[in-house]
């Protein structure tokens, strides 16, 4: 029972194009999102995250859109730097960041490759 | 500032032979504790996850165990390892005050022969 879900293993963009990486979820009880960003053999970083009364944040580059009747997020990075190379985790959570367990559950990841 | 350590960094154990990896965390106290492993195509699976002393929840069933000796401390452990618990082993913390975020550990590669 995948929860969160990234369809897309992964993609490929030019670097100072714009990355849109995607991310759904079937649970509506999430209430608060976040982005990952993940080197080989490295813990993730914390990226950007969301909550659910909200439908976009913006962070310097990075963007995070969420349509809450379509159970979307997606993640803009404009522009895309050689840099972002890296797997990319979205993650949710239903308790709004304060409950007394905080767990998340995260998608299966898209590794980004950005182009030279 | 707080700061999360865990090793051994890289593992390789027979099948059969026991397991245990640890994870501390500093400059905070009372935090939510977690392990998850990245296993191919599945992202990272929460395996435990702790909101205190001795308090642990398993949220998959497996061939592991978690403990919670000390406040800052969580432990993941095994009798008797299986091939398919090969894997990169993740402990992250949480609290209250880090407003939903999770920070986590360098992790541990676990290769099982």
């Known amino acids: 029972d995948q929860q969160v879900k990234q369809n897309s293993p992964s993609l490929s963009v030019q670097e100072g194009r714009i990355s849109i990486l995607n991310c759904d979820y079937t649970?509506?009880?999430?209430?608060?999102f976040l982005w990952y960003k993940k080197y080989p053999a490295e813990g993730p970083t914390f990226l950007i995250s969301i909550s659910s009364i909200k439908d976009k944040n913006e962070d310097g580059r990075f963007t995070v859109f969420l349509n809450k009747s379509a159970k979307h997020l997606s993640l803009h990075i404009v522009p895309s730097q050689p840099g972002d190379s890296a797997v990319y985790f979205c993650a949710a959570s239903g308790d709004g960041g304060s409950s007394n367990t905080g767990k998340l559950i995260f998608g299966q990841g898209t590794t980004l490759q950005v182009k030279p | 500032s707080q700061t999360i350590h865990q090793w051994p960094a890289t593992l390789v154990q027979p099948v059969g032979s026991p397991l245990s990896l640890e994870c501390t965390v500093e400059g905070t106290s009372n935090p939510n504790l977690y392990w998850y492993r990245q296993a191919a195509g599945r992202g990272l699976q929460l395996l435990f996850y702790s909101v205190g002393i001795g308090q642990i929840s398993s949220e998959v069933p497996q061939n592991l165990s978690a403990s919670r000796p000390q406040d800052r401390q969580f432990i993941l452990s095994s009798k008797k390892l299986l091939l398919s618990d090969s894997g990169f082993y993740l402990c992250?913390?949480?609290?209250?005050?880090?407003?939903?975020?999770?920070?986590f550990g360098e992790g541990s590669r676990l290769t099982v022969l």
């Open positions: 649970n509506s009880m999430f209430d608060y």
């Open positions: 992250a913390w949480g609290s209250d005050r880090t407003g939903g975020e999770l920070f």
